[in-house]
């Protein structure tokens, strides 16, 4: 089902040997796909938490999983740049809305098996949504504020799914096209519905072989896959590995393929320099980025001025393309993912603090905010994770734009688990933090501005701030909410400054140039099941 074109989202770009084409896949896609082989990727970390795709939020999680999982809908493989290009997985065909946009019914696909044989109906599919929008006591659904418009989710009869809406509302369907949300058998789920925390059995393109606690997973090619010709490839292993340089020596040994995160500019380069054509680099906005969290509790934080000077101090028109250079950051952009028309334009971008396009005006005004303030020559600590790509090197950047106004900022980088422990519990001054989102959803992907949100440590109540996202997310007339969106974010990073958007990130995946059938998209959760995967070789 095509949408509205204003969606598509331009970012996507291949790059062979350093030449940018401006297309979504390499030159010679269209040589037709051959059968076999085994793909060899590594995933950067060291395992992940469990394989619940409804419980877990990383790209750990889903790069193990994904391949095993169907799902309803998704964002079409063979277009994933786009923001709003869904396709069936196990519906039958994308559904108009009824009812003014708040019923939506979905016809399943027949013959489609579990891994066990057993037979995948309606049943699995509206218990599995269940568990995600109303999950049991006890249980967590991270993504459950995603789906606030959902109302109920019932299967009629074994063929059918209906979600009925509270509103109607344009976030619904990127929600539900989202990569995390695998279908699970409804007995088992009935039965223990942590089960899939430990143990896999799915519908998608491979069937799972072996688990190996912190080296790898391995996966076949499932015979009875509903997509027939599908999957290309004969098998898959992935292999955890959290060191850069582990991963790159994989690469250039041919010991694996491809690594499907990202990798900054000088890794791009080393490979590119070292294997020539048989490297294949794909480069995309990601829609990921760095963002500064000031704790209102904290003093002077809960002043906005303090907070807003802050954000005037930091030169991103010009800090950004010098970072980009030896950091996996690319775009000046506000809260909106670049590309999408929901998103400030540079005219309308240079209105809002932070983003003036004269940086000596900017430190000016910041200094004047400080003072007014009584924060001159403020001391304070920025809380950060310990992982170079781009935290350790965003916030050695951020370091050196407050100290032009006479800030005395020190770093403290911590793993990321005692790092999350200080963000949960408000044991900070300042954080430098990333918001990172699947499938493109600007209504959606703000909530990280929100008070009191999970995942947003800011710490501070507003009650005008909701009230004014609850109106965009019901609004659906684009030339409303596109206006009400301008207003979200000049309220949130410039009027309040609760949240300083810093720099949105670039994902880079140089690949071996025989991995063939696979496209980049602005999330590293998005297009994962390798069901169009194949080996040129």
Known sequence: MKFDARWLVAGAAVVTLGTVALAAAPNDEEAPAKRGGVLTYTIPADAPPSFDGHREQTFATLHSAAPFYSVLIHIDPENPSSTTDFVCDLCTAMPKPTDAGKTYTFKIR???????????????????????????????????????????VEAPDPSTVVFHLKFATDAFLPALADPFAFIY??????????????????????????YETGQSISGVRNPDYYRKGLPYLDGFKAIYADKQAVRLDAIRADRAAIEFRGFPPAARDELVKALG?????????????????????????????????????????????????????????????????????????????????DIEKSRAEAKRLLKEAGAEGLSFELLNRTVDQPYKYVGTWLVDEWSKIGLHVTQRVMPTGPELEALRTG???????????????????????????????????????????????????????RALMRQFEKYVVDDQAHQIWIVWWNRIIPHRSYVKGWKISPSHYVNQNLETVWLDK
């Open 277 to 357: 054509d048989k490297i294949t680099v794909q480069e995309s906005d990601w829609n990921c980025g760095s963002l500064v969290t000031p704790n209102h509790k904290k003093k002077p934080f809960d002043d906005p001025r303090v907070r807003r000077a802050l954000s005037l101090a930091i030169d991103r028109w010009h800090g950004a393309p010098a970072l980009s250079k030896i950091a996996n950051v690319r775009t000046v952009g506000g809260i909106v993912f670049p590309g999408s028309p929901l998103a400030a334009t540079k005219e309308e971008l240079q209105q809002i603090a932070g983003f003036w396009p």
């Open 427 to 481: 044991n900070f001054e300042v954080a430098s933090i990333a918001n990172c989102r699947g499938v493109p959803n600007p209504l959606l992907d703000v909530q990280t501005y929100l008070p009191n949100f999970a995942g947003a440590y800011g710490y501070y109540d507003d009650d005008d701030e909701l009230a004014l996202y609850e109106k965009m997310l019901r609004e659906t007339d684009f030339d409303k909410q």
């Open 110 to 152: 027949d013959g489609v098996k579990f891994h066990d044989g057993s037979p995948l109906t309606a049943g699995d599919i509206a218990k599995s949504w269940d568990t995600i929008i109303h999950p049991p006591k006890g249980m967590l659904s991270p993504r459950e504020s995603w789906y606030e418009m959902v109302d109920t």
């Open 185 to 210: 058998k409804k007995e088992i789920l009935d039965n223990d519905p942590r089960w899939y925390e430990k143990n896999i059995l799915g519908s998608g393109p491979f069937k799972f072989t072996e």
